[in-house]
T-cell receptor
Framework: ETGVTQTPRHLVMGMTNKKSLKCEQH?????MYWYKQSAKKPLELMFV???????ENNSVPSRFSPECPNSSHLFLHLHTLQPEDSALYLC?????????????????FGPGTRLTVL | DQQVKQNSPSLSVQEGRISILNCDYT??????FLWYKKYPAEGPTFLIS?????DKNEDGRFTVFLNKSAKHLSLHIVPSQPGDSAVYFC?????????FGTGTSLTVIP
């Protein structure tokens, strides 16, 4: 496997379910991201992890819980979601620039997970 | 409120001609700009970028122009090829934050 992979590619869940999205990157990067893309809206950055530490959380509701056990894996745990959470969830990775933890490089995206909440 | 805007949802261009995709932004703190290309059922792929200290960056058929005073950037593709048909996203960076536009769907007609 090369690049950034995401599983599952499609997920349908009820509002009371608990599920997890998985992202894995094989690029040796140290920064990983979760994005949400809703219909007719731009990609919205949700979370940023830099060297396994969460550096950004863009006011995401607590029903979304990220986990980064190592620099190659990123999870998004989902519980008690709402129908408006239905969207494409994209994972990305990049190589952080040196010093000050600044991330200043192009991101490599996975194919996304299409989530439908009933 | 969107900080990065792509006001043209779609663009059609004849093969061999120039494609110009536009992007406007509002935040003067953005210091790095990127263009991504997306095919259906795939994630976006990086195309070209430009630092705010430059006004032009070229890579083969792709050139990005940055006009900081107008807070405007554009992507030129010349000559356009049918394989360039995709959705193009403009993105801007400030610190560890990235902001994307809604995309422009480019169709290159053979």
């Amino acid at each position: 496997e090369t690049g950034v992979t995401q599983t599952p590619r499609h997920l349908v869940m009820g509002m009371t379910n608990k599920k997890s999205l998985k992202c894995e990157q094989h690029l040796g990067h140290n920064a990983m991201y979760w994005y949400k893309q809703s219909a007719k809206k731009p990609l919205e950055l949700m979370f940023v992890y830099n060297f396994k530490e969460q550096t950004e959380n863009n006011s995401v509701p607590s029903r979304f819980s990220p986990e980064c056990p190592n620099s190659s894996h990123l999870f998004l745990h989902l519980h008690t979601l709402q129908p408006e959470d239905s969207a494409l969830y994209l994972c990305a990775s990049s190589q952080p620039a040196g010093g000050l933890g600044r991330i200043n490089n192009e991101q490599f995206f996975g194919p996304g997970t299409r989530l439908t909440v009933l | 409120d969107q900080q990065v805007k792509q006001n043209s949802p779609s663009l059609s261009v004849q093969e061999g001609r120039i494609s110009i995709l536009n992007c406007d932004y509002t935040n003067s703190m953005f210091d790095y700009f990127l263009w991504y290309k997306k095919y259906p059922a795939e994630g976006p792929t990086f195309l070209i970028s430009i630092s705010s200290i430059k006004d032009k960056n070229e890579d083969g058929r792709f050139t990005v122009f940055l006009n900081k005073s107008a807070k405007h950037l554009s992507l030129h593709i010349v000559p356009s090829q049918p394989g360039d048909s995709a959705v193009y996203f403009c993105a801007a960076q400030a610190g560890n934050q990235f902001y994307f536009g809604t995309g422009t769907s480019l169709t290159v007609i053979p």
